[in-house]
């Protein structure tokens, strides 16, 4: 069984941030990251398959199809969430955070791991 991190919002300042030191750290057999934004600056990795990008929407239910995976060393990380940053519009911040969470939330129910949640607002 491997262990997995799997990183919703994982392309933003945040995500990136973790990717880098979980990848020095070496912490997990293998990430995915989860974002409807590509992710940038981590090519070597995604080639040599330590790092699978999946585009995804978390206001949509989450179906991600991980095998052989150890449920006690695995984690999922949301980071996935429209901030008061300008550029969205007020209404975009309840459209997609709270279905963005509750979506993750049952994934993370379903598949059994363990869930870290952060949000910047």
């Not at 550029?87 to 459209?95: L, R, T």
Request: charge should be negative.
């Amino acid at each position: 069984m491997k262990s997995v991190a799997i990183v919703f919002g994982g392309s933003g300042y945040i995500g990136r941030n973790l990717l880098s030191k979980i990848l020095e750290e070496q912490l997990f057999d293998k990430i995915y990251i989860c974002d409807i934004n590509p992710l940038s600056g981590f090519d070597n990795q995604i080639k040599i398959g330590k790092i699978t990008f999946l585009k995804i929407d978390v206001r949509e239910a989450i179906n991600i199809d991980v095998e052989n995976v150890d449920t006690e060393t695995s984690w999922i990380f949301n980071f996935a969430a429209i901030h008061r940053e300008p550029g969205h519009a007020y209404q975009e911040y309840f459209d997609t955070n709270i279905p963005g969470t509750e979506n993750v939330n049952e994934f993370a129910r379903r598949t059994g791991k363990k869930i870290f949640f952060s949000q910047v607002v």
